[in-house]
């Protein structure tokens, strides 16, 4: 019996040392996207309220920003506003439980621009409560004080 690691190094290792009857086309082709697999969501962090029009091309210079870091971004606001309504709250109370889920899917938070929203301090309070990783990227510096880092 053969036990096999999932870990992408393992992988590697395993195409080179023929364990898997797959061809070299293929086994070069699991190697050229296997560093994808090393890439970790981020939950974006930013406000979406005030400047919308702003507000949205900031996050989305965010999410651009984290993928040129390998790295998933997660921007809700982006996806859930297209077809919600924010003004309304029983959709705005919807749209921020699917937020909280989405949060949940994520290894790390990132919180981005100088003020941090209302609903901004909910995802960062959830954050802290499950112990994720926050990682601050220009915000005011009384709030980023207020913040623990892990």
């Not at 290792?13 to 994808?36: F, G, N």
């Not at 309220?49 to 790295?71: E, M, P, Q, T």
């Not at 699917?98 to 959830?126: A, H, P, Q």
């Amino acid at each position: 019996m053969v036990l096999i690691s999932t870990t992408p190094k393992a992988i590697v290792t395993i195409l080179h040392m023929r364990l898997l009857p797959i061809s070299s086309v293929k086994k070069r082709q699991l190697i050229k996207w296997l560093p994808i697999f090393l890439w970790y969501m981020v939950y974006v962090c930013s406000p979406y309220a005030g400047d919308i029009k702003n507000n949205v091309k900031n996050a989305k210079v965010y999410s651009r920003f984290l993928i040129d870091k390998n790295a998933i971004p997660i921007t809700p606001h982006l996806l859930y506003l297209q077809f919600m309504d924010d003004g309304n709250e029983r959709e705005r109370a919807m749209a921020m439980h699917f937020n909280y889920v989405l949060l949940g899917k994520c290894t790390e938070l990132w919180v981005f621009d100088g003020v941090v929203s209302r609903g901004m301090t909910r995802e960062i309070g959830v954050a802290k409560k499950r112990r994720m990783k926050i990682t601050v990227a220009g915000v005011q510096k009384e709030v980023a004080d207020g913040l623990t880092m892990r």
